[in-house]
Structures are given as structure tokens and as C-alpha cells.
T-cell receptor, first 113, second 108 residues
Framework: KAGVTQTPRYLIKTRGQQVTLSCSPI?????VSWYQQTPGQGLQFLFE???????NKGNFPGRFSGRQFSNSRSEMNVSTLELGDSALYLC????????????FGPGTRLTVT | QKEVEQDPGPLSVPEGAIVSLNCTYS??????FMWYRQYSRKGPELLMY????GNKEDGRFTAQVDKSSKYISLFIRDSQPSDSATYLC????????FGKGTRLHILP
């Protein structure tokens, strides 16, 4: 079974631009969660989608948004990029929203200049 | 007080040694306790999860949870150079919180 895939793997953007990241979960998994990982803050929860509905949201500004499609694929968008948004963005999928058994993708490394 | 505390290391041990990694937490509502391994430039990989207190073993890895002390541990037996990675603890209840990770180096 294929794992979680994320595209693109690397991205360089300029402050003020917006970016869209994509995640394809493991086949059959209906829940997708997004995380931001930085050296200073570690791994922080952004939001979770289950059956196209946002079920939980972390403590991030409204510039961070996401959506999930009927095939469970998910996208996250960051608008008006700031230098502090430079991070590894990770997507994780689980079968039925069990956050104790999540499988992560390789991440998208976003650099904001 | 942080919800989850984890020593960042680095922790260097010789090959074959027993490794002990641990985390403390403050929120007694956590019910599930997880350990992830993350290699450089990769996503975290779930090693194992435990529900409530007790031990769980999987090959060379043993996870322990002591809810009364709010303390969790991961033991790695017969450590190998391939175990060199960052190990993240995580805890969940109605939300999930990750430790910042311990960098582990196994010296050949």
C-alpha cells in the first residue's frame, strides 16, 4: 500500500505571496491532519479534516486554511506569507480520525524569503 | 508549565547499549501515548502507541507509561547505528501534543 504523498517537496516563496500544498493520504484513510514543524516550536497541529469537514483546528492565524476533497486528498493554503512561515509542513493520515495512529508523509519544505 | 517536556539531547550511546528516552507531561486528560522516529529530511514514523498505563513491546522497542507520575519512556535494546534519529513523544486526548524530540546518536 502506498504511503502518504505530499507535493511539492520543496518550495521557495517571497514574503506576501500565497502557497498551496497538497497531500494524498493512504488509500482508505479518511482523516488528514496538517502540522507545521520548526526547530524552535517543534511539531504543531494546524488542522484536521475528516470526510471533507474540518474537525479540529490548532492555534494558528486565519492565513492558514485547508480543505479536503471527496477522494480524501487535502490541500492547505497559506496566504500573505511571512518569514516565520518557513517550516516543514507535514501531512498525516489515519483510518478514522484516530490521532494516536497517524502516518506521516515526507513533508513539504517551505522557505519564505 | 509546558504540556509535554522532552530532553532535546543529543544523546550518544555505543552500539549494542540499551537506550532510554523519556517525556513528562502535565495534562492528565491524555489517554494515548505515542513514539515516533524521524530521520533527517523525512516525516515522522510511528513506532508504537500505548493506551493508558502499562508496557508495550515491539521487537527491540518497549514503551512504558506511568500515568500516576505523568512519565513515559521508550527503551531500545541492542541499539544499532540505524537507530540514530530524532525520537518524538506524543500524547493525545481531545488534542494531540508532540514533544520537541530527542536526537539520538548510536556510535559504531
Amino acid at each position: 500500500k502506498a504511503g502518504v504523498t505530499q507535493t511539492p517537496r520543496y518550495l521557495i516563496k517571497t514574503r506576501g505571496q500565497q502557497v498551496t500544498l497538497s497531500c494524498s493520504p493512504i488509500s482508505g484513510h479518511r482523516s488528514v491532519s496538517w502540522y507545521q514543524q520548526t526547530p524552535g516550536q517543534g511539531l504543531q497541529f494546524l488542522f484536521e479534516y475528516f470526510s471533507e469537514t474540518q474537525r479540529n483546528k490548532g492555534n494558528f492565524p486565519g492565513r492558514f486554511s485547508g480543505r479536503q476533497f471527496s477522494n480524501s486528498r487535502s490541500e492547505m493554503n497559506v496566504s500573505t506569507l511571512e518569514l516565520g512561515d518557513s517550516a516543514l509542513y507535514l501531512c498525516a493520515s489515519s483510518l478514522a480520525g484516530t490521532n494516536y495512529e497517524q502516518y506521516f508523509g515526507p513533508g513539504t519544505r517551505l522557505t519564505v524569503t | 508549565q509546558k504540556e509535554v517536556e522532552q530532553d532535546p539531547g543529543p544523546l550518544s550511546v555505543p552500539e549494542g547499549a540499551i537506550v532510554s528516552l523519556n517525556c513528562t507531561y502535565s495534562n492528565s486528560a491524555f489517554q494515548y501515548f505515542m513514539w515516533y522516529r524521524q530521520y533527517s529530511r523525512k516525516g515522522p514514523e510511528l513506532l508504537m502507541y500505548t493506551y493508558s498505563s502499562g508496557n508495550k513491546e515491539d521487537g527491540r522497542f518497549t514503551a512504558q507509561v506511568d500515568k500516576s507520575s505523568k512519565y513515559i519512556s521508550l527503551f531500545i535494546r541492542d541499539s544499532q547505528p540505524s537507530d540514530s534519529a530524532t525520537y518524538l513523544c506524543a500524547m493525545s486526548g481531545d488534542k494531540i501534543i508532540f514533544g520537541k524530540g530527542t536526537r539520538l546518536h548510536i556510535l559504531p
